[in-house]
């Protein structure tokens, strides 16, 4: 109850309850006992005096010591409470009394009561009034006049005056302590009110102000008691509040500022579907402002199946396809149920990911069309022809080749190229039927797949492209006429994996070209039968490498005295089976399967060898290497050379390289690095075959070579053939001019010996001098030392 007022009213009322409850006490049940109290003590004490002066009083009778008597009955009546007392015989006679006596017109009692207590022999007090007693105390009996007297000690006794005096004086002390109290009271209230109420009204105060939004409320409360220190927690409690809600307000403000930046469009939807909220990033994904967002079905923004699906997977990242207006939205996004205040919720994360889908789309083409031509490409080629050989059935392979390809690109230049590789594209996709694939493998090389065709349609269709590729090309300024060379090949729906059908197109490709282009050929048993013997001699070369089964044979370059000066490696394979083969044949093998690449090493570590023995045994040779282009597409390739020259101890300058243009064909910024490191090394290059290939004067531009060899085939018809003197003697005459040395190859007779040399080559190899042979059987040697 107490707690439903205020402190400052409590305690008044507190002490006053105190104090009523006191008062209640005090007059109900403290004074009356106190006044009966020291009623029964006034009594007992009398008692005990009257019971000394019956004693004393007799032995006075007994003497006859009236005065002493009268002496001890004065003092007895001075006693508290003892009105009068006397010394009285059962005759009523009065022998000695008090000084008080009886008021005027006093009854010493009734004559019973009187007779009563006069005359017996016991000491009794006769109840008078309230608090009033007539007391008698028998005293020894005297004789007067022969006459037996009973003395009786009588005494009036009235308590009531000095009850009265202890009453007031009890009132008078209660009155004092409760003014005291009172005093008291006040004192405490004051007390109370400063240091407590007023005090704690200040936090009240402060916590009021708080409560109505004054974030810097403070109670100022000195002093060091448990007020001051709940003051000051109350500050303390109000700062951290204040900085854990300045901490609280800008976190919130920061994930405010980072949903509006969010690229993500981030969505409330309510549990009737309704969006409840969106950020920036919503509208502009939807087109839409937040105002006409809000409220909006989400069926209506999203479609209900996908709408649906979201919800269905919740927290799973899910891609849908939204109609906003007339452009669909490829999306990416999640649906998160939550509960806020006791309802659900769905929290909506979408983003657009049209871009993705549409660099993916970009990748997907790239990783399977030409960019140039926009055809499918080999990667794409390839996994069709998976697929259908897994399914069988009957398709053939079409392969085709721009004839001289490389020419228009040396010629005109890279650009006009790729303009006529388009243009010979866009001119093949009209003949391909739906079912077909047209591809582009690389370079000028196109390919269609036909798809449930023979070869006879194949052959039909060839001949269809052939006709329709010897159209002109317009490219810029020029008209361009080409060919094509066409290599057939089908599938009959058993065995024969993809590659393997593609090699079959590559052979017949290679069998028109070879026959003289412009044409078409199918792949046949002959070709099956040489790309088997071809298969068998792969594998036996596999084997020659592992068993060591070459050997190097020595064909000497002499000068105008027919001395050896340099001395040609030339490589043979002493096969077990097939006897001693050239390498015109089983070189392309080799370079085919890459096996080139170790066998290059190989002669040019014997090579090595081989120089460094002769020019131990005094004889001045360098031993040429003929090097395959495969060797210069390794770029550690004068590392490795340089490498095995350390390792057989040989100089540089015991060894030259040979190698033909088809090692510079399609050459990068690799292969002239190759060519000048190797010449630093310091060996020297020579352009075997020189005149062979098509662009020579291009490459001679390009590339510091040391020399160049005529090819035997302009040799052979020397000097009868006119056309081949007017070469020779131009070669001879262009190499002169740029300082080049010159081999001439294949020089079978002194009359070629004497042409060469009176046109100025003075470095000649040929048959005419000596065959190639091993180095063992060089009868040359022994002419050279
Ligand atoms: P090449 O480098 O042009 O070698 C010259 C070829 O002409 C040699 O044929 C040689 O025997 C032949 N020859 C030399 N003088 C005459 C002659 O008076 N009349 C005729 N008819 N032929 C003559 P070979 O040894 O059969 O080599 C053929 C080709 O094989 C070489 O042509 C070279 O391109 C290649 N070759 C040979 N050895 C190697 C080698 O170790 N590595 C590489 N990558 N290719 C090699
Ligand atoms: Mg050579
Ligand atoms: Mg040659």
Redesign the pocket.
Known sequence: MLTRLSLRKSLPLLLGLFAGLYILLMIGLHLPRTARLAEEDLKRYTEQILILVQSSASDHLRQRRTDELQSVLADLGSLPGVRWAMVIDDRQRVIAASRLGLDPGEQLGDAGTLQTLLGGDRSRWQPLQERRYLASYPLVHTYAQGQLLRNNLLVSLDYEQHLDQRRSNAWMSLTQTLGLLLLLGLLLNLLYGRLVTRRLGVISTAVQRYASGDSNAQASVGGRDEISRLAENFNQMIQQLGENQTALRDSEQLLRNLVSAAPIAMLIIDADGRVEEANPAAGRLFGRSLRSLAELPSQALLGEPNWRQLQERPRQQQEITVRCGDRPLSLEGSCTPFERNGQAFHLLLLHDIGDRKRAEQRLRHLANFDQLTEVANRNHLLIRLDELLARGGPLSLLFLNIDHFKRINDSLGHDIGDQLLRAVADRLRLYASPRDLLARLGGDEFLFLLDGRDSAAAVGLGERLLEALRQPFQARQYSLYITASLGITQHTGRGGTGSELLKQADLALLRAKTEGRNRLACFDSQLAAEAEERQRMEDELRLAIAREEFE??Y?PQVDNDNRPRSV?????WRSPSRGLV???QF?PVLEDTGM?RD??RW?FRQACRQAVQWSAQGLKLRVA????PL?FRQPNLAEILTGILAEEGAPAELIEL?L?ESALLESDGSVQETLRRLKEIGLPLYL??FGTGYSSLTYLQKFRFDGL?I??QFVAELPENPRSVALVRGILTMAAQLGLEVVA????NERQAAFLRLNGCHRL????FA??RPAADCAWQAQRA
């Open positions: 190097l044979h064909q040609e490696a030339l490589l043979r050239s390498p015109l070189i080139i066998v290059s002669v290497v003929n090097l395959s060797d040979e033909t075997d075959d060899k090819d035997r190859e294949g020089v079978e190899q040929g048959f005419l065959r190639p």
